[in-house]
């Protein structure tokens, strides 16, 4: 296990931690690895739920890295994880307005936050995709839309641009 330290910059950073350690399932998948480099189906052994999402939440959340098992001779080989970060420190400001939007944003029902979704793309099908002009058009904060971009797993931020990525008709719940 490596003594990196996750250093958040933007509050709006704090959504895919709290999404990840609001869930049992996901804090078990976590803190197992940080006992150590497992794979898939070694958690799967002792952890029980979707331990493949939790990866994926893992991994979107910059909380995992992963790197290839050496094979003993006649194997396939398997991709093991580990924790990249077993300490966490915070560097940022906002108002607690911003932060008690962007804990409801991390821990709102899926059909809610879909609403979100939908309404940012449909802004982004009009072709307005800055964070401004989508602030603007929405009445939301920045910090506000980062949350959700942070979130979601078919809106991403590039830049200063927000884009539709995978399968726009699966939102994640």
Known sequence: MTNRVKIVTDASDLVPLI????????????????????????????????????????RRGKLIEGRWRTPKNGEIPKMEFETAYPMFQADFQCTLKELGDLINIALIDGEAFSGYELEIMEQVKKGNR????????????????????????????RGQKVEMVGDAAITEK
């Open 19 to 58: 999404r990840i350690f609001n869930s049992k399932v996901h804090k078990r998948v976590f803190d197992e690895l940080l006992k150590g480099w497992k794979t898939k189906k070694e958690l799967e052994e002792v952890v029980d739920g979707d331990v493949a999402r939790s990866l994926e939440l893992l």
């Open 130 to 157: 800055s964070i401004r002009d989508i602030c603007r058009e929405l009445a939301l904060t920045p910090r506000f839309l980062k949350g959700v971009m942070k979130r979601s797993s078919i809106l991403s931020l």
